[in-house]
């Protein structure tokens, strides 16, 4: 499974962007997928997740209501909506693959925790300017 994440950007604060992941050599609807954004010195966090098929949905408490997760038409695709963008969203954003077997209850507890998942994209640059 490779995973690719594009879309960042540079945008001013109060802007919008789209992140997207890109999936080959499986369909990413076998895993649940997370976002995860890592700033200059900080640790990795939890951005946000959604289930094998979309139906469910978890965020960060950071980005709850500005940020949304979804998953295209042909399933093998994710996104990431951002709005309200604010200077402290800037970070390397990197979209990652949910090792919880397939039908299992989900979220799991540790559905925010890098370890859970099995496979990592390359990230994708976000700047929001002040």
């Known amino acids: 499974v490779q995973l690719q994440a594009y879309g960042g950007g540079l945008v001013q604060a109060g802007g919008s962007l789209r992140l997207s992941c890109a999936c080959s050599g499986r369909t990413l609807g076998t895993y649940p997928m997370g976002w995860f954004r890592q700033a200059p010195g900080k640790e990795r966090e939890f951005v946000a997740a959604?289930?094998?098929?979309?139906?469910?949905?978890f965020y960060a408490d950071s980005v709850k209501e500005r940020f949304a997760i979804s998953r295209g038409n042909a399933k093998n695709t994710v996104y990431l909506q951002m709005n309200s963008l604010k200077p402290e969203d800037t970070a390397v954003y990197y979209c990652?693959?949910?090792?919880?077997?397939?039908?299992?209850?989900?979220?799991?507890?540790?559905?925010?925790?890098?370890?859970?998942?099995?496979?990592w994209g390359q990230g994708t640059q976000v700047t929001v300017s002040s």
């Open positions: 959604i289930s094998w098929w979309g139906g469910s949905t």
């Open positions: 990652a693959a949910d090792r919880v077997p397939y039908g299992s209850t989900w979220p799991t507890t540790n559905v925010g925790v890098s370890d859970e998942y099995e496979y």
